[in-house]
C-alpha cells in the first residue's frame, strides 16, 4: 500500500451552507429516489433533484419527499399526471414503480419557494420548498425565472 495523500484542512471551507434559491420556477432532473420511513413511521420516497445545466444555480440540489399513505396520495396522482406519466393511471401503482422512475431522471419544471423553520436545536432557519410541478419536453427546458441576484 502506498503513501495516502495528505491535505491541509486550514484552507478547505466547510460545506453544507448553502443559502436557499430564491423564489422562481426552475428546470430539475431527478437523480436519486430512495425508500425511507417518514417522521411518523409512513413510507415515503425521498427524490433528489439537480438544476438543470442551462440555468443560474445549475448542479445545486433540491428535495421532495413523496409519503405512501391513502392521505397523501393526491400528491404522488398530481405529480404524475402534470409529467405525463402513463404511472398516473396504473392499477398496481408500487413504491418501487415510483423509484425506478424517478432514477431515470425525469425533467420537471416547479415552483420553488423559501419557507422559514425551526430546526431541531430550536435555530431559526430558511429552506426551499418544490411545488407546482409541470413537465419538461425533452430539449425544450426553458431558463429560470429565479433571482438573478446571485449571477
Known sequence: MGKSKTYD????????????????????????????????????ISVTFDVAADQQYAGRKL??????????????????????SPLSEDKSLSLEKL???FKRGVNVNVLV?????????????????ISDYKAVPKGALPKSTGSTLFK
Not at 420556477?25 to 413511521?41: C, D, K
Not at 428535495?63 to 405525463?84: C, S
Open 9 to 44: 484542512m486550514t484552507g478547505v471551507q466547510s460545506g453544507g451552507t448553502f443559502e436557499p434559491l430564491p423564489r422562481g420556477r426552475y428546470n430539475l432532473t431527478s437523480s436519486e429516489a430512495v425508500v425511507e420511513t417518514s417522521s411518523t413511521g409512513n413510507e415515503m
Open 63 to 84: 428535495f421532495d419527499r413523496f409519503v405512501w399513505t391513502d392521505t397523501a396520495m393526491w400528491k404522488i396522482k398530481d405529480v404524475l399526471e402534470k409529467i405525463e
Open 99 to 101: 423509484v425506478v422512475l
Open 113 to 129: 419557494a423559501v419557507e422559514p423553520y425551526t430546526d431541531k436545536n430550536g435555530e431559526k432557519k430558511t429552506r426551499n420548498t
